[in-house]
């Protein structure tokens, strides 16, 4: 028996897994995936945001913080439960192709929305569908609006250049809009509506096989987004509604020339005079989709970075006070249950952490990250605290296969001495001794990514930081692999999971 109270996990997109729509879906390659983690010891899968995405593949420029990813819905899911089959999809499947799973999606879901709307037979679905959109009013009414409005005025032309009535959301041009545009108006909200219901049977079947699904929740927003449009006095941007200060990192060891990401910062003033409720309504959706979720780049709650959108570099921004304890303060005292862990790397300090510790957060310790700065020291497993989370890399790193390669000679040496510590006896560095390392973390919790655990190299990478070009589209396609590399994690577990 593994200990209850260190627990193990496998990070992995819904994206990268199997299936025969161009990404991985929430249909039933994904419960086999499932099934392949409960069988292995594994109780935790953790994920990239899984929110509503259109333009971009990056799962951090959602257009809308509420609503959910679409590409993910399954149709032979659908099709078995009295739904018309629709078009297979023939585009590229050996990687996630965003272009053309969008393309394919578009088409499918106006005929499902059509065949919802008009055929007799489809008279449940019409109900639960209605039923749906008013319990889920608060921000779905916001985002169909906008998603509407985008593809009619045109899916490049960011809101803020749109006619200023639409602009500044004059009630009646929106209506009259969409009345003009019904079938994508519902075809939208035909696209939300199959996403949660697929979403919530899948955490469903998650929970009886004693897997919990753990999300993540971008600190940002993209500033062409649903949010930003309708809480615009919530966000740094200019007169017309454009960004005005940028969010993004100064230089670090994940890139050397800092990160501008291009999303508008908060006003945390303004939100501060409401009781941050946009922020607290976002956790408590991010509570109710997850079983647990990790904060992406918590350290803005400290101090974030704050770059002029004139100049968009990121060497001319500068520290800026974030809302601290009183935002965390705020959404526990209406939220009491919520389960975070939060994103303490790169250009942390003191304060990060005692934030961080005020509220008794799990943290992230990185075993690629080790080395001689001192912000590298937290990732050396005798410093790894045990609320912590242990990962070997995550989705912002190289697999380690590929890591291993780039490595000093020095380096490595300091490696393998650091694994020989651990698992006396080993002397040499390679993935296996790596793998074993962070599992035998005093963390509550080890994660692995799928791609090291199937001895990827390069081929795996799902993000560089900094780039734009090929990230974001890996995918497990090979089947056969999985049941093998999940096999070996259940080895992994019972030598090196075990009670001390």
Known sequence: MTSSNRTTGVFCHISSLPGPFGCGTLGQQ????????????????????????????????????????????????LAA????????????SAKYDFAAVTQHRRFAFQQLSEWIRNT??????????????????????DYLAFATLREVQGLSTPWWQWPNELKIRDPRAIADILRKHEDIHQRYLTEQYLFHQQWFALRDFAARKGVEIVGDVPIYIDGDSADVWANQHYFALDEDGAPAILSGTPPDYFCADGQCWGSPVYR????????????????????????????????????????????????????????????LS????????????????GAVDEEVFDLRDAFGLPGMHVVQLIGDDPIQQPHYLKNHRATGWAYLGNHDTQTTLAWLATLSSAQKVMFRDEIAKVLPGRNILDLDGLLAYTLSSPCQTSIICLQDLLGLGPEGTMNTPGTIEGNWDWRATDTDDLPKALAHLSDLINNHRREA
């Open 330 to 345: 705020a959404a526990y005292d209406q939220l009491p249950n919520l389960q975070i862990i939060v994103e303490d790397l």
């Open 268 to 327: 945390w003033d303004a939100l501060e005079k409401n009781g941050y409720d946009w922020w607290i309504g976002r956790l408590a959706r991010a509570q109710r989709l997850y079983d647990r979720f990790r904060i992406d780049h918590f350290r803005a709650f400290a101090a974030y970075w704050a770059i002029p959108a004139k100049s968009g570099l990121a060497e001319a921004g500068s520290w800026q006070r974030g809302p601290g304890e009183a935002l």
């Open 30 to 77: 994904t419960r086999d995936f499932i099934d392949l983690l409960a069988q292995s010891g594994a109780t935790i899968w953790q994920i990239l945001p899984a929110d509503a995405l259109d333009g971009q593949a990056s799962p951090y420029m959602a257009k809308s913080a509420m609503a959910g990813n679409s590409a993910f819905v399954d149709f032979d899911d």
């Open 120 to 141: 007799p037979e489809a008279t449940k679905q019409r109900a639960a569908l209605s039923t749906f959109r008013q319990a889920e009013s608060g921000w779905l009414d």
């Open 81 to 92: 439960h009295s739904f018309p089959v629709v078009p297979r999809y023939d585009g590229p």
